[in-house]
């Protein structure tokens, strides 16, 4: 029966009601309506922590990388203290952008008129402002915006009653404490924009049923449905692991890797932190996708790996 109903919010919430031996695809509203994305970004993106990249990435004073998080541009930047900082990507005169993408830079000078901010965010300097008499640079500062670390990824958030991301993801940090996460390094970084709704491209990911025939030309054929593992998800996270075959030596436990055993050694794990990193950690190498909505039916994807 095609029924369509008008509140998206109230179909999802009959549709998680079921129990999981009955569970059906999301109603198709959650990937198309506009009122559904509006309280995606106001419950969720403006509440949870939201994944940059890699810190390894900004590893020099002045290295940066920019995002839009829930309609609110930020710059995470390296100071030259060597600090991570997140700070509003608005510049304070006329509401510029001022950072776009990913880069290295001295000071952050406005494309608009040129005002120019130290890597910590405080005013350096303002073309002509001095002609105005009630002008004080140092009472201009872009606002912070809370930045944490944790295991080398670099996450940002506009909620100041979150928990440290530490706390937040500690059953993920314990499930893959042998992995050393924190020691990965990243060796290629994209942006991309694909038209989809972001959560096709999460859910796709939490599901490696399509490995075998969708990606058969590559790894699919290494990996087994049947040795697929997939526990009940968590609060902050889901997974699910595969066992990778021997022949794809790139992704099996280094030699010189003494910490992981048995099985551990060719095992993948697929992380779904919540909302939207999504992590495929292998003994040998990661690959990641980081997804922020722009729009119902658009997504904005930074994927990186190493
Ligand atoms: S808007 Fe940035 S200097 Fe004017
Ligand atoms: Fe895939």
Not at 62 to 67: L, P
Not at 109 to 122: E, K, R
Not at 297 to 305: A, E, N, P, T
Request: with cysteine.
């Amino acid at each position: 029966m095609n029924h369509h109903n008008p509140n998206p919010l109230e179909a999802l919430q009959a549709n998680v009601a079921a129990p999981f031996e009955k569970a059906r695809a999301m109603p198709p509203d959650v990937y198309t309506s506009d009122e559904f994305l509006q309280a995606e970004l106001e419950h969720v993106f403006r509440k949870d922590w939201f994944c940059v990249g890699r810190a390894d990435a900004l590893a020099k004073p002045g290295d940066y990388v920019t995002c839009d998080l829930a309609d609110q541009p930020i710059v995470v930047i390296r100071d030259r203290d060597n600090a991570l900082r997140a700070l509003s990507n608005v510049c304070l005169h006329r509401m510029s952008t001022l950072l776009h993408g990913r880069g290295q830079v001295r000071s952050i000078v406005c494309p608009y008129h040129g005002w120019t901010y130290n890597l910590d965010g405080s005013l350096r300097g303002a073309p002509a402002m001095t002609l105005n008499e009630g002008f004080c640079k140092d009472s201009y500062q872009l606002p912070p915006v809370r930045c944490e670390e944790w295991l080398g990824w670099v996450f940002v958030s506009l909620n100041p009653g979150s928990a440290p991301v530490a706390e937040h993801l500690s059953g993920v940090e314990a499930l893959i404490a042998d992995y050393n996460m924190a020691a990965y390094t990243e060796t290629f970084f994209e942006s991309h924009i694909w038209d989809t709704n972001w959560k096709v491209l999460a859910e796709n990911f939490m599901e490696s049923y399509h490995l075998p025939v969708c990606h058969a030309g590559t790894i699919g054929g290494l990996s087994k449905l049947e040795d697929m593992i997939c526990p009940p998800g968590h609060k902050a996270f889901n997974y699910h692991t595969i066992f990778k075959d021997d022949t794809l030596k790139i992704a099996l436990a280094h030699p010189d890797n003494t910490t992981l055993k048995g099985d551990a050694r060719r095992t993948t794990f697929l992380l779904a932190i919540y909302p939207s990193l999504l992590i495929t950690l292998t003994p040998g190498y990661f690959w990641y996708l980081t997804l922020h909505p722009n729009g119902p039916g658009q997504v904005c994807i930074g994927f990186g790996g190493g």
